[in-house]
């Protein structure tokens, strides 16, 4: 029986899920401290989810809060990146008393897509917080070609 092919292989971006991992270590359990500067390096990163459904690729991004015109998607050399902000709601008026556990701020997801990846058959639509990138025929791609290694008498 031939064992299937996992479409998935080198999709997640480990340095995000690494820099999310640490940022929540460092502010003990995921608390913001309220002193710290927020950039690209420090940003919070969306959850996603990442699937086959047919033979489409899908890409689902949690983002409660953000707005679509605050959201950006690029693919660039077979790296889809999605980047935006989250923008709190409170005016400047300081509030009497403020608990904060979401996460404001910019912040950037990045995916390494399998070779050959078409960027004009995706398509991208985002309703109530949740952003999905549907990419046709992107779960079923051919395999990568494996170069033989020669020893040094062949």
Not at 42 to 55: N, S
Not at 75 to 98: C, H, K, M, T
Not at 101 to 110: A, D
């Amino acid at each position: 029986m031939e064992r299937a092919r996992n479409p998935f292989r080198g999709l997640i971006d480990h340095m995000s899920e690494m820099a999310r991992m640490r940022e929540v270590v460092a502010e003990g359990g995921g608390q913001a401290r309220e002193d710290r500067r927020r950039t690209y390096a420090t940003a919070w990163v969306p959850t996603t989810d990442i699937f086959a459904k047919g033979d489409d690729l899908v890409i689902r991004c949690e983002l409660a809060g953000v707005r679509q015109d605050d959201v950006d998607i690029t693919l660039a050399n077979g790296v889809l990146s999605v980047s935006g902000e989250r923008r709190s709601e409170l005016d400047d008026e300081e509030p009497a008393f403020y608990t904060r556990e979401r996460s404001y701020g910019q912040f950037r997801r990045v995916i390494n897509l399998p070779d050959g990846v078409d960027g004009s058959k995706m398509d991208a639509r985002f309703e109530d917080g949740l952003l999905e990138i549907k990419i046709e025929g992107g779960a079923n791609l051919p395999e990568p070609q494996h170069v033989r290694i020669r020893s040094r008498d062949g």
